[in-house]
């Protein structure tokens, strides 16, 4: 009886080893899935990692194909400026030759040291001649003595003298028996068209003759001399 006691006894106090057992198995699985889900957490990481740099990479690519597009639209806008630019030279070179083909078959309108006005061309000729001998040079010349039509023609020839203090005889002078102011051709002098500076009651048996001075119409004896003012049509035709 007391062996077995002891026999009890000492199975008592000796630990359960199955239970020990078992708690190593529960450690062991537990640190493998420990370990498993620290692997896939790892994964997880990575995987966020290459999503979030895939992401980037289409985001930068899409910024990259919109600067693209807009570098491309700038290139196209400005190579059709620089086509139309071209486009208005090549119109402008041919409009530049019509230029010069048309100036090459267009003659002189006057001869040389003439002055061309409008519709006419004006020599301010050699002398001093008297009236008489002024209208014969001009006539040599192809030409009359100056006549004066409008306030236009008497405002470029004012300017055209002025620089001058010489009196230049013009074709205006006074025609017996009417004692009117009649221009070379017959012509009568328009009213208000300018004024004499200085007497006119004055009249000589040879003729009164009008001249210019500085811009300013005077009357004289015709056979003083003075220089002349020659007047003429312009070659307005263009050359064929």
């Not at 690519?61 to 486009?87: A, G, P, R, V």
């Amino acid at each position: 009886m007391i062996f077995d006691d002891l026999k009890s006894t000492a199975m008592k106090d000796q630990p359960d080893q199955k239970p020990n057992g078992e708690k190593a198995k529960v450690s062991q699985v537990s640190g493998l899935l420990q370990q498993h889900q620290a692997n896939l957490t790892h994964q997880e990481i990575i995987l966020e990692g290459q999503i979030l740099a895939q992401q980037q990479a289409e985001k930068a690519s899409q910024e990259s194909e919109k600067e693209l597009k807009e570098m491309i639209k700038n290139l196209t806008q400005k190579l059709d400026e620089k086509s139309k630019k071209q486009m208005e030279l090549h119109y402008q070179n041919l409009n530049l030759q019509e230029a010069l083909r048309k100036a090459a078959n267009f003659s002189a309108p006057c001869p040389q040291d003439w002055l061309w006005h409008e519709a006419n061309c004006y020599l301010y000729s050699s002398g001093p001649f008297n009236w008489e001998k002024s209208q014969n040079h001009c006539l040599s010349l192809d030409a009359h003595m100056l006549k004066i039509n409008s306030t236009d023609d008497l405002e470029f020839i004012q300017r055209a003298s002025a620089h001058s203090s010489f009196p230049f005889w013009i074709g205006l002078s006074l025609r017996k028996p009417s004692s009117s102011w009649l221009w070379e051709d017959g012509s009568p002098l328009m009213p208000h068209l300018f004024r004499f500076q200085g007497s006119l009651s004055q009249r000589y048996p040879s003729g009164t003759c009008a001249y210019i001075q500085r811009g300013a119409v005077f009357a004289d004896n015709c056979i003083l001399t003075a220089f002349t003012i020659c007047q003429k049509k312009a070659n307005l035709v263009r050359a064929r």
